[in-house]
């Protein structure tokens, strides 16, 4: 593979690990909480699936942050694309709230999520921009994003998508 060219056999093995490694784990978090039944048992929640998946959201995030450093436009385009469906949940739910219900259990967590999301985007523009920087016409594009004078040559020739 391309990604393992410049890495040693342990780096490759630990990249490896770490990409492979966090999915089983959070899912079997994600239906200990949630109770869901294999045959006649009933999934519990055990300490040790929340260290498991404390484990597997820390291996995810090192994994994250490889595809950044490497990537900055797919991890701008991921980053926009999470957060934009956190803003669409949001929406929904803010959208289905009753009348009657209390501010501060409803309202003003989904109203923190909407600016947290927003927030993402924001970060998610800015690796975009940064990441399309490293492609030839590049410059020109993330200048246009940016909303940055252009220079007279570029003011011409509007970039290519």
Not at 35 to 61: M, R
Not at 65 to 84: D, F, H, K, Q, V
Request: hydrophobic share 50%.
């Amino acid at each position: 593979m391309e990604e393992y060219r410049d890495l040693t056999t342990g780096q490759a093995t630990f990249q490896t690990l770490v990409t492979i490694a966090p999915f089983p784990l959070f899912i079997l978090l994600l239906a200990s909480l949630s109770g869901v039944k294999i045959g006649n048992a009933e999934l519990q929640f055990y300490p040790i699936l929340a260290v498991w998946g404390f484990v597997s959201l820390i291996t995810c995030s090192i994994r994250l942050y490889w595809i950044r450093e490497r990537n900055r436009l797919t991890y701008g385009l991921l980053e926009c694309l999470a957060a934009t469906f956190i803003l669409t949940v949001s929406m929904v739910k803010l959208a289905h709230i009753p009348s009657h219900a209390d501010l501060w259990e409803t309202i003003y967590p989904i109203l923190a999520q909407l600016f947290g999301s927003m927030y993402v985007v924001v970060r998610g523009i800015d690796n975009v921009v940064v990441g399309l920087k490293d492609y030839e016409r590049g410059e020109a594009l993330a200048n246009w994003l940016a909303m940055r004078p252009l220079a007279k040559e570029e003011q011409k020739t509007p970039p290519a998508p």
